[in-house]
């Protein structure tokens, strides 16, 4: 499967890096560059790209001030320098974070996740990614059993109820029992919020 990707960086630098990278990379295509002040609504018809993979350079917070994330209709993952503004990027619209030194193939590997629509985050800066709903000091979350855990890591490669019960050898109804108390566990409304949480956590490593 190919993914289409557009290259967002003020950093010309950056622009021409990453598309090298990319564009050795077995089922990425880069389809376009643009810096991140450009009109991502004209970038979006004129590339009709799958994902987009920000390069936030140095100064991440101020790159995010006119970025219109939330309003783009692809999904976008941002590259930091550290954990320092990443709670900045995840609020702004960031679907996936990872810090800038990661190797192409782990970057292609999160391009392709996220443009299915995953979340990708590096354990380093998920423990800055705010919650949701936190749960009551007076009740602490439950530890995950280790079949649940296979469940999590499972729902994380972007896997279907049906696929977890093959992959398992379990029927769907047991999967979903096992998503229901998963859910529960993480304080979590959907999949992608308890994928999120378990990331955050340390459960899973992306």
């Not at 557009?6 to 077995?26: E, H, K, P």
């Not at 030194?101 to 999160?110: G, Q, Y």
């Not at 949701?132 to 490669?157: F, G, Y």
């Not at 029992?177 to 859910?183: D, E, G, K, R, S």
Request: proline residues 4%; glycine residues 6%.
């Amino acid at each position: 499967m190919t993914t289409r990707i557009l290259i967002v960086a003020n950093d010309t630098l950056a622009r021409v890096g990453l598309a090298t990278l990319l564009d050795s990379q077995t089922g990425c295509v880069v389809v376009g560059q643009i810096a991140g002040d450009a009109d991502w609504s004209d970038a979006a018809q004129v590339y009709r790209p799958d994902v987009a993979v920000y390069d936030l350079g140095s100064t991440s917070a101020r790159a995010l001030e006119r970025a219109k994330l939330h309003d783009a209709n692809f999904p976008t993952l941002a590259l930091l320098p550290d954990a320092s503004d990443a709670g900045v990027v995840w609020s702004a619209g960031a679907r996936g974070m990872l810090l800038r030194d990661t190797p192409a193939e782990n970057l292609a590997v999160a391009l392709a996740a996220v443009a299915q629509g995953l979340v990708v985050l590096d354990p380093i800066l998920a423990v800055a990614v705010p919650r949701s709903r936190e749960p009551s000091s007076a009740q602490p979350m439950e530890e995950l059993t280790p079949r649940e855990l296979q469940v999590l890591r499972l729902m994380a490669e972007g896997k279907s109820n049906k696929g977890i019960a093959r992959e398992l050898a379990i029927s769907e109804h047991t999967v979903k029992f096992h998503v229901n108390a998963l859910l529960g566990k993480l304080n979590a409304s959907s999949r992608t919020e308890a994928v999120v949480t378990g990331t955050r956590l340390g459960l899973i490593l992306l």
